[in-house]
């Protein structure tokens, strides 16, 4: 590949690397088993010139079996549970994928993240989201992408439990804010609002009602 096709191809990486399309594009290679290694490596062009990765990682497939968590810790967080399938360890930071299964009626509180994307795929079950001042319906197999710096908030609406994709892109350390969050004792917003901050979640407002 010369030097014109590799510029060209920087450019075009630099100015869609946070849309919609390429979150799908990300979330589904890894469903279908396309390698995800490999668009994260043909991604990481568009990065080699500011930042350095572990090639190492990018030449592996990472399965994870329907139920798991690719850290073998699922965790509890507001009446969900928490499996983690794709890592940020395994994109170099680029996305994080969980797999949530929801129980009780509760989201969390409209918030706004400065610096990532948020793609939410509903496996099963209905939503009520608020995406700015704009209340949307979401079922099953409806996918919502929220841009960084829009706020938002979710609450199951429908019966029984529902499943809910959502990925973070980049990966920020929601991981380890979900799983710090997730063992403190006091799970009101006014008791984690500051880890909340520092993890790149702003609460800006309250929950939404699952009417």
């Given amino acids: 590949m010369n030097a014109l096709i590799l510029i060209r191809l920087n450019?075009?990486?630099?100015?869609?690397?946070?849309?919609?399309?390429h979150a799908t594009t990300l979330f589904f290679a890894t469903i279908y088993g396309r390698s995800s290694g490999s668009l994260c490596r043909?991604?990481?062009l568009?990065?080699?010139?500011?930042?350095?990765?572990?090639?190492?990682?990018?030449?592996?497939?990472?399965?994870?079996?329907?139920?798991?968590?690719?850290?073998?810790?699922?965790?509890?967080?507001?009446?969900?549970?928490?499996?983690?399938k794709v890592s940020a360890?395994?994109?170099?930071?680029?996305?994080?994928?969980?797999?949530?299964?929801?129980?009780?009626?509760?989201?969390?509180?409209?918030?706004?993240?400065l610096k990532m994307g948020?793609?939410?795929?509903?496996?099963?079950?209905?939503?009520?989201?608020q995406v700015d001042e704009e209340i949307m319906r979401?079922?099953?197999?409806d996918t919502l992408f929220v841009p960084r710096n829009v706020k938002h908030a979710f609450v199951k609406t429908s019966e029984g439990a529902a499943r809910l994709i959502v990925m973070h892109q980049p990966a920020g350390?929601?991981?380890?804010?979900?799983?710090?969050?997730?063992k403190m004792p006091d799970q009101r917003p006014e008791a984690r609002k500051?880890?909340?901050?520092?993890?790149?979640?702003?609460?800006?407002?309250?929950?939404?009602?699952?009417?």
Avoid at 103 to 111: D, M, N, Q, T
Wanted: proline share 2%.
């Fill in 11 to 21: 450019y075009i990486l630099s100015r869609h690397y946070y849309t919609a399309s």
């Fill in 42 to 44: 043909s991604v990481s």
């Fill in 46 to 84: 568009g990065f080699s010139a500011s930042r350095r990765y572990d090639r190492r990682a990018s030449h592996k497939g990472i399965l994870v079996r329907n139920g798991d968590d690719r850290t073998n810790e699922p965790f509890e967080f507001l009446d969900a549970t928490f499996t983690v």
């Fill in 89 to 113: 360890k395994d994109t170099q930071g680029r996305c994080v994928i969980f797999d949530t299964l929801r129980r009780g009626k509760i989201g969390p509180i409209l918030h706004v993240h």
């Fill in 118 to 129: 948020e793609w939410f795929y509903v496996l099963d079950g209905e939503f009520k989201f």
């Fill in 138 to 141: 979401l079922k099953t197999g």
């Fill in 173 to 182: 350390t929601m991981e380890e804010y979900f799983r710090t969050a997730s």
């Fill in 194 to 211: 500051e880890l909340a901050a520092k993890n790149d979640t702003i609460f800006v407002g309250g929950r939404l009602d699952p009417d």
